[in-house]
Nanobody, 114 residues
Framework: QVLLVESGGGLAQAGGSLRLSCVAPRNISSGNALGWYRQGPGKQRDLVATITSGGSTSYTDSVQGRFSMSRDKNSYMVYLQMNSLKPEDTGVYYC????????WGQGTQVTVSS
């Protein structure tokens, strides 16, 4: 059973920063692209950031220039540095492979106040 564990969420003011972490087990992270997904209130879960096995990153337009994704292959950790946070960044953040594995972690809640 794949076990993805996200952490680091919390309450931030607009303009603030948070750093999310995720343990992505070897059987899901090894050789695969990984992504951070966000599910806003009443919305579907969307991909916001991707990192390839080679370390190349890409971001959805709404977070480009503000979010930075990284990975540590040795520890199977994945990170999302979120700066200049906006209220619309509020949601539950999940990590998973891209395309996503069928099993998801519990996610970590990010709430940005204006």
């Amino acid at each position: 059973q794949v076990l993805l564990v996200e952490s680091g969420g919390g309450l931030a003011q607009a303009g603030g920063s948070l750093r999310l972490s995720c343990v992505a087990p070897r059987n899901i992270s090894s050789g695969n692209a990984l992504g951070w997904y966000r599910q806003g209130p009443g919305k579907q879960r969307d991909l916001v950031a991707t990192i390839t096995s080679g370390g190349s990153t890409s971001y959805t337009d709404s977070v480009q220039g503000r979010f930075s994704m990284s990975r540590d292959k040795n520890s199977y950790m994945v990170y999302l540095q979120m700066n200049s946070l906006k209220p619309e960044d509020t949601g539950v953040y999940y990590c998973n492979s891209k395309p996503p594995y069928s099993s998801w972690g519990q996610g970590t809640q990010v709430t940005v106040s204006s």
